[in-house]
């Protein structure tokens, strides 16, 4: 019989690693990530260490720049998910660490989809934070991903309209309200998958986001009808 295999993410920080642990306790755990950021390189190995020493648990260390702790957390919940298809349940405790660096975590998690908990004050229960039911790639339309891909093979960002409609072969009125929106559509702006910013006489240039780029490389074809 087929064992149903956890993987648990959790942020680190040399102060309250406890949470981890307990974190461990509450939960199945058959591997371990540690997200924190790279001036705390050293105290998390040492603490992945004690783990090891003690469960026998495989775990991989995941650093993150401070200056971009939200992005680089959103690309280290990426690449973490995209190398473990072989577990059933993911699950991110976001308790340990600077608080940023928590955020960033709970904001990770929401955009793929994972449950994410914290620990109480006292380390004695986890408390479950909500799953979106909606993700982004459930909600945005084939169209609007086929902008951002096409995008993406030319560099991230394209300096004008014109350019994008060349790629993309679709007309600068749809161009238009993929990307900026309309009152019954949220734009590509709007949802922060596109940075676009305004040049003379009306031009714009346009850049994928982080987030953009996460959209993309998660994207799963099947679309409910209420995609925009």
């Keep these: 019989m087929q064992r149903f295999l956890t993987l648990q993410i959790a942020t680190f920080g040399p102060n309250d690693y406890e949470t981890i642990v307990s974190g461990i306790k509450s939960f199945p755990v058959h591997k371990l990530a540690i997200i924190c950021y790279d001036y705390d390189k050293s105290k998390a190995e040492d603490f992945a260490k004690k783990i090891k020493s003690v469960l026998g648990l495989p775990i991989n260390l995941y650093l993150v720049n ?8 959103l690309e280290r919940v990426n690449e973490i998910l995209m190398h473990s298809r072989e577990f ?3 699950l991110v405790n976001v308790s340990s660490g600077e608080k940023l660096l928590g955020c960033a975590a709970l904001s990770s998690s929401f955009v793929n989809g994972v449950k994410a908990f914290g620990m109480d004050h006292n380390n004695a229960y986890p408390i479950l934070m909500p799953v979106l039911k909606l993700s982004y790639s459930e909600i945005v339309s084939d169209a ?5 891909k096409v995008i993406e093979v030319a560099g991230g960002s394209l300096d004008s309209l014109e350019q994008l409609e060349q790629v993309s072969g679709l ?10 929106g309309a009152k019954d559509s949220k734009g590509l702006a709007s949802l922060g998958l596109l940075d676009v910013e305004r040049k003379e006489r009306g031009k714009i240039s346009v850049s994928i986001t982080t987030l953009g780029k996460l959209l993309i490389n998660n994207y799963n074809p099947t679309k409910p009808s209420n995609a925009i």
């Design 171 to 180: 007309g600068k009125p749809l161009l238009s309200y993929h990307i900026q």
């Design 66 to 73: 401070e200056e971009n702790v939200v992005r680089d957390t």
């Design 144 to 148: 609007k991903i086929k902008i951002l």
């Design 88 to 90: 059933h349940q993911v």
